[in-house]
């Protein structure tokens, strides 16, 4: 069995994308690590599927993604390791003020 010791463990993720990296489809790449008390654990780099209008676009969905897989991840090493009481999520780290402005930028 996998063992961290006693010490409470504590999932970070980083998201980022790059806005139409892909110039011939013009389509942008979404990218993720989640950390595991600052150990790497999963990461990704994938293109999106389809085309984002603004950076703040490309930048929403890598976050949603990045959001989905946090919450994947929460509840496979909580069954995995056992320890559902111990394991937090810090935080997801991106380009939060494109992300929150989202709405306010767009009149909405």
């Not at 676009?57 to 390791?81: G, I, N, P, Q, S």
């Not at 056992?82 to 402005?101: D, M, T």
């Amino acid at each position: 069995m996998l063992e961290y010791g006693i010490e409470d463990l504590i999932l970070t993720g980083y998201a980022g994308s790059d806005f139409q990296m892909d110039k011939d489809a013009k389509k942008s790449t979404s990218r993720s690590v989640f950390t595991l008390n600052g150990g790497a654990v999963i990461w990704r780099s994938v293109k999106q599927t389809y085309i984002a209008d603004s950076t703040m676009e490309a930048e929403y969905v890598t976050t949603c993604e990045a959001a989905k897989e946090a919450v994947w991840l929460r509840k496979f090493l909580t069954v995995f390791l056992q320890r559902h009481n111990r394991l937090h999520i810090e935080k997801l780290i991106g380009k939060e003020k494109e992300v929150v402005s989202l709405p306010v930028g767009d009149g909405r």
